[in-house]
């Protein structure tokens, strides 16, 4: 069943700036983390008290005191979801696990690149856990429920095997986005990383097939960069859009 009016709000984290958005029922205060893959503490004292230093961008209230006026219960993380297994996005799940105790999930394809979470950070230099392993599998052209939030789980591979968009269903208003690594604003995830199952064709057909057919006002959530819309993308991406043809433009991407 779709909501209206969702809190999102958008935390860049770590040093690859990653985007991890924290979506809210306001009615309910149910509450799931996409792609809570750095910074765990600040994440975890903004969400249970307002404190530390807050999102990078949020359509909610900004304090206690505005959460109260606007009559949005306390926030409960119901569950983790990622879009993904690239480190940035999943490396530091298991610290979100210890202090929540709920699911993650997490597209099964890419459980044997969420085993390479820990080394591949070290790879580029920055420290992480020992890899989560995922409680669920994401379920492809399903709607899962979240308490009061619902996604369409769209299976996106190219960028990773498993890699998954979340459409957020909303009642009298834009469908709201979260596509990972999948596309960004002018540009596509890329396809020639390591161990991943980059494949550029793949992922133009998963953009053309899986996010195309979307409504144009549709509020796309990369992982990385500014906000879009799914109608944008589509007329003007350079790499997947109409001007690129059939087939698209191969290019690595603008984003790791």
């Known amino acids: ?50 404190g530390g ?13 505005e ?12 569950a983790l979801v990622n879009t993904h297994a690239h480190f940035d996005h999943s490396g530091h799940i298991p610290d979100l696990l210890e202090h929540y105790r709920v699911k993650w999930y997490l597209h099964e394809d890419d459980t044997y690149l969420q085993t390479l979470a820990q080394s591949s950070a070290r790879r580029w230099g920055f420290d992480a856990p020992e890899p989560a392993v995922a409680d669920e599998g994401l379920v492809p052209l399903t709607t899962m429920s979240f308490g009061a939030l619902d996604f369409e789980v769209l299976h996106t591979p190219g960028h990773t095997l498993g890699g998954c968009c979340l459409n957020l269903l909303v009642d009298n208003g834009a469908n709201h986005l979260f596509v990972g690594d999948t596309l960004f604003a002018g540009s596509v995830g890329r396809t020639d990383l390591p161990e991943t199952g980059g494949d550029f064709e793949v992922l133009a057909a998963s ?30 991406n350079p790499f997947v859009g109409e001007g690129a043809g059939a087939g698209g433009t191969f290019g690595r991407g603008k984003y790791a």
């Open 1 to 50: 069943m779709a909501i209206t009016d969702p809190w999102v709000e958008c935390f860049f984290v770590g040093a690859l700036q990653m985007r991890c958005s924290v979506v809210t029922d306001r009615s309910t205060g149910d509450t799931v983390i996409i792609d809570g893959g750095s910074e765990p503490g600040r994440l975890i004292d903004w969400i249970d008290r307002f």
């Open 53 to 65: 230093r807050g999102p990078d961008w949020s359509n909610g209230p900004s304090n206690l005191s």
């Open 67 to 78: 959460a109260e006026q606007q009559h949005i219960p306390e926030r409960t993380v119901i």
């Open 207 to 236: 953009i053309h097939t899986q996010l195309w057919p979307l409504e144009g006002d549709t509020i796309v959530y990369p992982g990385h960069g500014p906000l879009t819309t799914i109608g944008h993308e589509r007329r003007t």
